[in-house]
């Protein structure tokens, strides 16, 4: 899964998805299923979407994916690709001191 990620792939886990947009952004990442059968392999078709989630907000806890917080919910994504693309501290500053010159 982490592979998947780091691959530059993302997962946008919105309020207003349907249930069937949810499932699909879910089913999208390539061993998330298949660790949710593993491991619970009698739930219902919703706990499981619930448990795919759920694993998604752990490898974030654990620092193996990047979890972002989006105004209509949340994006998954490679951590590493997540902290070269973060705007510098100082970026704006330099822009206004470019502006006074």
């Not at 699909?24 to 078709?45: I, K, M, N, W, Y």
């Not at 998604?56 to 690709?81: C, M, P, V, W």
Request: glycine share 4%; net charge negative.
């Amino acid at each position: 899964m982490v592979d998947w990620f780091g691959e530059n792939q993302t997962v946008d886990v919105l309020n207003d998805l349907s249930n069937a947009e949810y499932r699909q952004a879910l089913h999208q990442v390539a061993g998330l299923t298949d660790l949710v059968e593993q491991f619970h392999p009698r739930e219902s078709p919703e706990m499981k979407l619930f448990l795919m989630e759920f694993a998604l907000h752990g490898l974030a806890e654990y620092s193996l994916i990047s979890r972002n917080t989006l105004s209509a919910g949340l994006q998954f994504k490679d951590l590493l690709s997540s902290m070269f693309n973060m705007p510098g501290r100082y970026e704006d500053d330099f822009e206004e001191d470019e502006d006074n010159y």
